[in-house]
């Protein structure tokens, strides 16, 4: 069933015998389109019956939360009231198509604010309001089909050209997940590389010595996570990936086993998330060069807190991650500390763009200096894996295919 609500406006007569109602508009999440504050201010400008007001004496507060489902914003309309006769409190849900036209959201938002502000516009007017209901027609009608699952690669890349020097560089990100409120599978695959050319180093005794380096990475993950309650919940994950002769690893596995605290449900519908999580797990490392310690592979448990929060506005959304965590038996030979702040933008229909940034300072077991060739500048060029600090910056566009059945799981994100 569907409910038509029409509010008419009032003539001149009755607006002189009652003051309008004073409504306040905060926007708590304003989601990827105008309305909040923009559309629903202009509703509110729209009839005679209400009156923009500031907080303090307002008799009808909207607060405004928005929720991504694909390509939709769900609003969340809470309307809390002080008007005599009206409930204190009614909650609407509506979906708005982010991609739409300005008009096309206004028509899908301004029935869902309509038929909030009824119940209060008619017990200071009653005779302002009417109601009408009818059978659901046309897609309405129609049980659409829901898919929990996603899709997405993530492509990046730079290079730049001037005379002698060149670089090129890439990388690619595949994902698979399954997502439901109480419990989340996912599965990544990715890989990269790049290349620079240098003009050679030339000694005294005319030998020359390439500066020209390369590099490549590959690796997978498999996660879980399932929540206990809407506080706590648990997760699992085991990777493998691996470096060029160059890099860092000759190979690596671990597995991880994590346990997170969450002020906020899955589902909240102000989409709030605040997150602290402790993650133990066990490592296995080979290396390309044997280390100080004479280890040509280790391992080892290793565990870590972390907390992660984001804050997103309109088609911008920023995020914060901060991380602390070290060898469980050994704490002051392998140890780090790490902060990682992003920005996201959306760009089209299915296209994204992100930049990222990370602070870490961090102590780890150094190569063995006797097995450093000095000669070999591309091996000399990947030795800064054992810096004690470090600061990175990149790029990404995303191209994505959402789940479209609306649930949400954000535990153990980055476990």
């Known amino acids: 069933m569907r409910a038509l609500v029409v509010l008419a406006l009032l003539c001149a007569s009755t607006v002189a015998q009652a003051q309008p109602l004073r409504v306040t508009i905060i926007c708590e ?48 309309l809470r309307f809390v009231s002080k008007v005599t006769g009206a409930p204190p409190l009614i909650e609407i849900d509506v979906d708005l198509d982010t991609r739409a036209a300005d008009d096309a959201q206004r028509g899908q938002l301004e029935p869902a604010f309509l038929r909030g502000m009824a119940l209060f516009v008619a017990a200071r007017f009653p005779k302002a309001v009417t109601v009408a209901i009818s059978e659901p027609e046309g897609e309405e009608a129609v049980v659409k089909s829901v898919s929990p699952w996603d899709l997405s690669l993530d492509l990046n890349g730079w290079g730049s050209w001037t005379g002698e020097y060149q670089s090129l560089g890439g990388g690619s990100n595949l994902q698979i997940a399954r997502v439901q409120t109480r419990k989340r599978f996912e599965a990544f695959l990715w890989a990269g590389g790049g290349l620079n050319r240098r003009p050679p180093l030339v000694l005294e005794d005319m030998t020359e010595i390439s500066t020209n380096t390369r590099n490549w990475y590959y690796g997978g993950q498999l996660e879980a996570a399932w929540l206990y309650n809407h506080c706590y919940s648990i997760g699992a994950s085991t990777s493998t990936w691996r470096d060029d002769p160059n890099g860092q690893f000759r190979y690596g596995w671990d597995a991880k086993l994590g346990v997170e605290w969450d002020k906020f449900r899955a589902d909240d519908p102000r989409g709030n998330r605040l997150a602290v999580a402790y993650i133990l797990s066990y490592r296995v490392e080979g290396y390309n060069l044997r280390n100080e310690l004479g280890e040509i592979w280790a391992h080892y448990p290793t565990h870590k807190v972390q907390a992660s929060g984001g804050l997103r506005k309109d088609k911008v959304e920023i995020g914060l991650s901060v991380q602390v965590g070290g060898e469980v038996l050994h704490p002051m030979r392998r140890h780090s500390i790490s902060a990682s702040p992003s920005i996201e933008v959306q760009i089209g229909d299915r296209v994204d763009f992100s930049v990222a940034f990370s602070v870490t300072k961090r102590e780890l077991p150094a190569p063995d200096p006797t097995q450093i060739d000095p ?5 000399l060029d990947r030795l800064s894996y054992a810096e004690p600090f470090s600061m990175n910056g990149s790029f990404t566009v995303r191209i994505h295919w959402d789940r479209t059945n609306g649930q949400r799981n954000d535990r153990l994100i980055e476990l």
Do not use: W
């Open 29 to 76: 999440e304003p989601g990827r389109t105008k309305a909040c504050p923009a559309f629903l201010l202009g509703f509110v400008d729209a009839h005679k019956v209400f009156l923009q007001s500031p907080r303090a004496v307002a008799e009808v507060i909207v607060y405004v939360t928005a929720n991504e489902v694909a390509l939709a914003d769900r609003i969340h």
């Open 375 to 379: 000669t070999d500048f591309m091996q």
